[in-house]
């Protein structure tokens, strides 16, 4: 799944409400608490020698520079509609995928590359083994070449 026409990044619903929220975050309490920090380390004296002061305010820069980052990503994202009815494993749905090799059953979702998390079970449509699983039958082998050699997936239940 690439990057849409025009050139945002394909998303969830869930994606798109956690980049609201972290933004919200980082706007509110974490905009408040690094204001308080500048605001204790300006006190302790002379700015040019202050490297508390210092840190802080490059710190603070770097927060400014992600809130940046994640509105624009929010911006320029693309919600794309999960067609539940659908017979494959298409974006935005969750299946359970056998892993032949491993002969272990995995959970996983297939999401946008900036929603990723293996470890929670959502798996970027954009990584290899996304690529080759998006729009997977069930049941039907899949075969992907890998660094460590052919792997073979095949995708036994769709979740939702």
Do not use: C
Request: hydrophobic share 40%; proline share 3%; no cysteine.
């Amino acid at each position: 799944m690439n990057e849409t026409a025009a050139g945002g990044e394909p998303i969830t619903e869930e994606g798109i409400e956690a980049l609201r929220e972290e933004i919200e975050a980082l706007e509110g309490p974490a905009r408040t608490k690094m204001a308080a920090r500048i605001k204790v380390a300006r006190e302790e004296g002379d700015l040019k020698e202050n490297a508390e002061y210092h840190i802080a305010k490059e710190d603070q820069a770097h927060l400014e520079t992600k809130i940046k980052r994640l509105r624009e990503r929010l911006r320029t994202a693309v919600v794309v509609e999960i067609d539940e009815k659908a017979d494959t494993f298409a974006f935005g749905r969750t299946a359970e995928v056998l892993d032949e090799a491993k002969e272990e059953v995995n959970s996983w979702t297939l999401v946008g590359s900036t929603e990723a998390d293996l470890g929670e079970g959502r798996l970027s449509a954009e990584s290899p083994i996304g690529r080759a699983l998006l729009n997977a039958r069930v049941g039907k082998p899949i075969e992907i070449e890998t660094p460590r050699g052919s792997r073979t997936f095949v995708v036994k239940k769709l979740i939702s």
